[in-house]
């Protein structure tokens, strides 16, 4: 492919006047999107709401490999997913949020316990002066509204397209698309998720940090009532979470190291059942097991620097975190509000989007919050996998200190609940 479009530079410079007369079959764009999954849709949604609002119009494509059926995107599998309620709260100022809260169940207490020790945390919602600190859907539930959503936002969707080539030149960037078509762009955002092929290609650096774990997903029966609860265990195997999916399910979300995920793997379905129930034990009385899911790798990707010459990174292409304490689409959440606020005052004011004068206009509102919860997913993880004898006693002190005193607790419900105030 590269040695194509090098020849066809060739003749590009040999031949002029027939390509110029070609270039109207580039297709110019304001901002180009990659990826049509949740935070691609979020950024296209927020966009289209805020520039009508400020009666502007730009120029936006949405450019996803995968066919548009939610049930056969992989960024829509069986997964659970917490939205914060600040989450909830910017999806509903671009009307996203109302077709989702059919589908959506409440937290409004969170059960936070440390196996084999005397640790414990009980958050009520009530008490922090909201009605539930978030709500929970399953990924394929939310898929279908994210893509109608998308469908109306009035962006162009060019789906499905694969991005076989990117160059970038000072004043745009075009993409060379797997139909043979050519767009141009101002700026590109990667929303391509945590595995992203074109960030890989641009050679943006990310830092990693393997935890050594994997993520094994399934959802349950409870026999006590669910009320809105949700419950995260620290277990020496890693966090066990479980999110509530409606009045009797649960989603779980269980770390585990990798001779104990393959251990899991051998067992059938009763067996791997008494383990989960070993590990969490009987608040819910007895779990049944209704769906055994997947599993994936934990660890942290983080983009440094999420810009590079009119890119920009979004979502786990920027930033992919451990699930302890729920913050992945939530930080992403934040990350797009704040861009939606600084591409439209940019447009609004003449500014070319991609400039970087702009783009890290939007770093720097950004980079204090990704750098924070980062560093408080890693340190969870750090505290709670350790079985060094003191820091287990600090660790179990500090948890009595957060049930004993609620004002410890407020800044780590405000931080994890991502509270903004609306425009």
């Given at each position: 492919m590269i040695e194509s479009l090098a020849s066809q530079r060739l003749l590009q410079r040999a031949f002029p006047s027939v390509f110029n007369s070609c270039d109207t079959m580039t297709k110019p764009f304001?901002?180009?999107?990659?990826?049509?999954?949740?935070?691609?849709?979020?950024?296209?949604?927020?966009l289209s709401t805020e520039l009508a609002?400020?009666?502007?119009?730009?120029?936006?494509?949405?450019?996803?490999?995968?066919?548009?059926?939610?049930?056969?995107?992989?960024?829509?599998?069986?997964?659970?997913?917490?939205?914060a309620a600040g989450t909830c709260q910017r999806l509903d100022h671009y009307g996203i949020w109302p077709e989702l809260a059919a589908k959506a169940y409440p937290i409004r207490s969170i059960h936070v316990?440390?196996?084999?020790?005397?640790?414990?945390?009980?958050?009520?919602?009530?008490?922090?002066?909201?009605?539930?600190?978030?709500?929970?859907?399953?990924?394929?539930?939310?898929?279908?509204?994210?893509?109608?959503?998308?469908?109306?936002?009035?962006?162009?969707?060019?789906?499905?397209?694969?991005?076989m080539q990117i160059e970038r030149e000072a004043e745009r960037v075009t993409l060379h698309l797997d139909n043979g078509e050519r767009i141009q762009t101002r700026l590109l955002v990667l929303a391509d998720g945590g595995r992203s092929p074109l960030r890989d290609q641009l050679k943006i650096?990310?830092?990693?940090?393997?935890?050594?774990?994997?993520?094994?997903?399934?959802?349950?029966?409870?026999?006590?009532?669910v009320a809105g609860r949700a419950f995260e265990r620290f277990t020496p195997e890693g966090p066990l979470a479980l999110l509530p999916l409606d009045d009797s399910h649960f989603g779980v979300v269980w770390s585990v190291g990798k001779e104990l995920r393959e251990t899991l793997a051998g067992l059938d379905d009763r067996?791997?059942?008494?383990?989960?129930?070993?590990?969490?034990?009987?608040?819910?009385?007895?779990l049944r097991l209704k769906v055994r899911q997947s599993s994936y790798p934990l660890q942290i990707q983080l983009a440094d620097y999420p810009l590079s010459h009119r890119v920009l990174l979004l979502g786990n292409a920027a930033h992919s975190l451990h699930p302890v304490a729920g913050q992945g689409f939530n930080l992403t959440m934040r990350d797009i509000d704040a861009l939606t606020e600084v591409l439209v005052d940019a447009h609004n004011r003449g500014e070319d989007p991609g400039a970087f004068s702009v783009l890290n206009r939007y770093?720097?509102?950004?980079?204090?919050?990704?750098?924070?919860?980062?560093?408080?997913?890693?340190?969870?993880?750090?505290?709670?996998?350790?079985?060094?004898?003191?820091?287990?006693?600090?660790?179990?002190?500090?948890?009595?200190?957060?049930?004993?005193?609620?004002?410890?607790?407020?800044?780590?419900v405000r931080r994890t609940m991502g509270i903004t105030q609306d425009r």
């Open positions: 304001d901002l180009v999107i990659i990826g049509g999954a949740m935070t691609g849709a979020t950024l296209a949604c927020a609002r400020a009666g502007s119009v730009m120029k936006i494509a949405v450019i996803d490999s995968h066919a548009p059926q939610p049930e056969e995107h992989p960024g829509f599998d069986g997964r659970s997913v917490a939205f316990t440390d196996l084999g020790h005397a640790g414990r945390v009980l958050l009520e919602s009530s008490e922090h002066h909201c009605d539930a600190f978030g709500q929970v859907l399953q990924l394929h539930q939310a898929g279908a509204v994210f893509n109608r959503a998308l469908q109306s936002s009035g962006c162009e969707l060019l789906i499905p397209r694969r991005v650096p990310l830092r990693r940090i393997d935890y050594g774990q994997y993520g094994l997903t399934a959802v349950v029966e409870a026999s006590a009532p067996a791997f059942l008494s383990r989960l129930q070993q590990s969490f034990g009987f608040r819910l009385g007895r770093w720097q509102q950004r980079k204090s919050d990704v750098e924070q919860t980062s560093r408080l997913t890693s340190s969870l993880v750090a505290c709670f996998s350790n079985h060094y004898w003191p820091l287990v006693c600090g660790r179990t002190l500090g948890m009595k200190g957060m049930a004993l005193l609620p004002s410890l607790q407020r800044s780590l």
